[in-house]
């Protein structure tokens, strides 16, 4: 069955926007677990903006289910945290300082050596590894040859290209998980991914392991309720 892991970072924004501890970042993360979430995800940034790192610290205390850190491990600081923390699993994000969103995935060719070396260091601490990419055939053959346990597809362009020509979207996410699975790597997705697109990307990719949505699920929640969203998108990923 596909997991659902929900990012709480949009959380994290709202409260850093008025200081003070409300909405509660920690009780979320215990909430969307007892509300059916099959994991949590947090992308603590260097300016912390958002997720902080004592929170990461915090939620890691509370978590039942899985836990999931993205990030730059370019920052020591990150890899530190995550190696302090030991999640279920690390997300290797090539975000650069300062961005607003992760934007594109690794080229996992160029920075081959780089990605092997600092997945040898989350694998010896006992952490999955997953790295985020593109829909690229090479850089998934070459995601194999880092080490890494699973690849997260970087799902933007699926989800701008849905509206227009759904198959057109999914084709080259279709070829590229076929290609994961054939090498043996676990399939995750995620960004943009919300109630209107999720459930085609699941029905023609029903292997994938996990997606971790945030932005568009915090939004739904403002309108119907957190309890009710969680349930709508595992429901989008029970369907097929």
Not at 16 to 37: H, L, T, Y
Request: proline share 4%; aromatic share 8%.
């Amino acid at each position: 069955m596909t997991k659902l892991s929900v990012n709480i970072n949009k959380i994290a924004t709202i409260r850093n926007s008025r200081g003070g501890n409300n909405p509660d970042v920690v009780k979320a993360a215990i909430d969307v677990q007892r509300f059916g979430a099959d994991g949590v995800t947090v992308h603590p940034r260097p300016d912390e903006r958002h997720i902080r790192y004592e929170d990461v610290r915090a939620i890691n205390k509370i978590i039942t289910t899985e836990f999931n850190i993205e990030g730059n491990p370019t920052e020591q600081k990150f890899i530190d945290l995550v190696l302090e923390i030991k999640p279920n699993q690390v997300t290797l994000v090539p975000d650069a300082l300062g961005q607003l969103t992760s934007n594109h995935g690794w080229n996992t060719i160029v920075h081959q050596t780089y990605l092997k070396d600092t997945i040898a260091i989350f694998h010896a601490a006992g952490i999955r590894v997953s790295i985020f990419i593109d829909p690229d055939i090479q850089m998934i053959k070459a995601a194999k040859t880092t080490g890494a346990d699973r690849v997260e597809l970087y799902t933007e362009n699926y989800a701008k290209g849905f509206d227009i020509d759904k198959e057109k979207a999914i084709y080259p996410y279709l070829k590229a998980a076929e290609v994961a699975r054939e090498l043996g790597l676990g399939i995750n997705a995620g960004h943009d991914l919300d109630l209107n697109n999720l459930g085609y990307l699941h029905q023609h990719i029903p292997w994938i392991d996990e997606v971790s949505i945030g932005h568009a699920l915090i939004c739904d929640a403002l309108y119907l309720g957190l309890e009710n969203v969680v349930q709508l998108y595992k429901r989008q990923l029970s369907y097929y």
